[in-house]
């Protein structure tokens, strides 16, 4: 089985719905999705999350609620922990698979067996209009090259092994933003390897605002915080400089 976090935070209904149903089409179905609501008690968002999921097989799509608002960290933290599948997958809620997308982890776990798995991705506006694609050639231990590069991607294009990511001590609640390019390296660092799936199988919407992926400075700031935590640790002075 594979488990699919998704934590929500001020994502509509109707968009966190699409999300869903690219997980409820996959082609393959061997899956949990663990929903994880971080919106304040009172919001109406909360309110309808927790209405409309009602209409779901509570047998592979499982509503946690925060008590108030905890942030992305603490609300995947929370999903991998109630997780029971070897593998965690993560989608934001304002993301989308296409329906073969866990059909290709599968395949790469059977043929690989690697730690994380990265996929190439599409950007794509909130009208469906295309406006990039990343890929990244990397793959191996990455620990070195994480230094320079985050060159495994965003969260929603990454599935890690879950005993691995528990070892390391999860998503750390203390980064505002790179909490992901914070656990790849953590991960890569005691021995992960990693797998890279070269067909585009996920976008990634780009619709501005108080969104997880467009908050540009807080993501510089995490980054910051993430490097000054390599440095303490095991770099030489020529690397230093470099980074």
């Not at 295309?130 to 990454?158: H, K």
């Not at 990511?165 to 505002?176: I, P, R």
Request: hydrophobic share 35%; glycine share 6%.
């Amino acid at each position: 089985m594979i488990s699919v976090v998704m934590p929500t935070y001020k994502t509509e209904w109707e968009t966190v719905e699409k999300a869903i149903g690219s997980v409820v089409k996959q082609s393959f179905q061997d899956w949990e999705l663990v929903l994880v609501d971080d919106n304040p008690q009172d919001s109406p968002l909360k309110l309808k999350i927790v209405s409309e999921i009602k209409k779901y097989d509570s047998k592979k799509i499982h509503l946690l609620v925060n008590d108030t608002n905890r942030g992305a960290n603490y609300s995947r933290n929370r999903g991998i922990e109630a997780s029971i599948g070897e593998y965690i997958a993560f989608l934001d809620s304002d993301d989308e698979w296409d329906e073969y997308y866990l059909k290709l982890i599968e395949e790469a776990i059977g043929q690989y067996n690697p730690d994380i798995i990265s996929s190439k991705y599409r950007y794509v506006t909130i009208d469906g209009e295309f406006l990039s694609s990343e890929q990244r050639n990397y793959e191996g231990n990455m620990y070195r090259d994480l230094i320079y590069e985050d060159c495994i991607g965003p969260t929603s294009a990454v599935v890690i092994r879950k005993d691995m990511a528990m070892k390391v001590g999860l998503f750390d609640e203390n980064l505002s933003a790179r909490q992901d390019y914070d656990m790849w390296i953590r991960m890569s660092k005691i021995g992960a390897i990693t797998h890279y799936n070269r067909i585009p199988s996920l976008s990634i919407y780009r619709i501005g605002g108080d969104t997880i992926s467009t908050r540009g400075l807080i993501a510089v700031e995490g980054t910051e915080k993430v490097l000054k935590k390599i440095l303490r640790d095991s770099i030489t002075i020529g690397e230093e400089s470099r980074i």
